[in-house]
């Protein structure tokens, strides 16, 4: 059966079109593998040919919100140094910076959240659902329905992006690397805030960064 998250996923992996990813899901039969082939034998799967290619030229980009409460460092990746002159590429690292400023991501991907702390929240989240008074065994479910909710919260590339909630950053990643021609990662970013710290656990980060500058 091909579901509105299967169709969802193909496109944020692909860039393709959503129509074009529900007729390669329904001629692959649900596979996701197969889908993606059949869109590349289309020519339709341009970020997917992309992603696997190393991305080792990029930006470290600063964006300090108005008033000096919040600065963001944020490092992105992209191929080649030419591509990484590219305004459009520009305009994609100063939006991610301002995502992470707004929304206060606290890790890049889901890959990224450590065991303890996903087990943590688990936990949490079952006791929540107990406590609602639901059967036990639907609770499970409930906590996976909410630990996906949790990643869409904590995970900057599952975030709904601040300029157009429809898409999520790995949306609008993955439609930047169909138009530039080039794979793009968004390797890492601390966020400080004033009164509080640093907020993202990417310390190590800003310490490179310091040295770099004579801090």
């Given at each position: 059966m091909v579901t509105a998250e299967l169709v969802k996923q193909l496109r944020e992996r692909t860039g393709a079109g959503m129509m074009d990813c529900k007729k390669a899901l329904t001629e692959a039969n649900g596979d996701m593998e197969?889908?993606?082939?059949?869109?590349?034998?289309?020519?339709?799967?341009?970020?997917?040919?992309k992603s696997g290619?190393?991305?080792?030229?990029?930006?470290?980009?600063?964006?300090?919100?108005?008033?000096?409460?919040i600065g963001v460092l944020v490092e992105v990746n992209i191929e080649t140094d030419f591509a990484a002159k590219n305004e459009e590429f520009?305009?994609?690292?100063?939006?991610?910076a301002m995502q992470i400023a707004a929304a206060k991501p606290e890790y890049v991907r889901r890959?990224?959240?450590?065991?303890?702390?996903?087990?943590?929240?688990?936990?949490?989240?079952?006791?929540?659902a107990?406590?609602?008074?639901?059967?036990?065994?639907?609770?499970?479910?409930?906590?996976e329905g909410r630990i996906d909710k949790y990643y869409k919260e904590v995970c900057l590339l599952e975030q709904p992006w601040i300029k157009d909630n429809d898409k999520t950053i790995q949306q609008l990643m993955t439609e930047k690397i169909a138009t530039i021609g080039e794979n793009i990662n968004i390797r890492r970013f601390v966020r400080f805030e004033r009164g509080e710290g640093i907020e993202k656990k990417q310390e190590n980060f800003a310490d490179e960064v310091m040295k770099q500058i004579g801090g």
């Open positions: 197969k889908a993606i082939e059949v869109l590349r034998e289309k020519g339709l799967a341009a970020a997917a040919k290619r190393i991305a080792a030229e990029g930006l470290v980009e600063a964006y300090i919100h108005g008033d000096g409460r520009k305009a994609f690292v100063k939006d991610v890959e990224e959240v450590p065991t303890a702390t996903l087990e943590k929240e688990k936990e949490i989240l079952k006791a929540q107990l406590n609602e008074g639901k059967p036990e065994k639907i609770v499970e479910k409930m906590v």
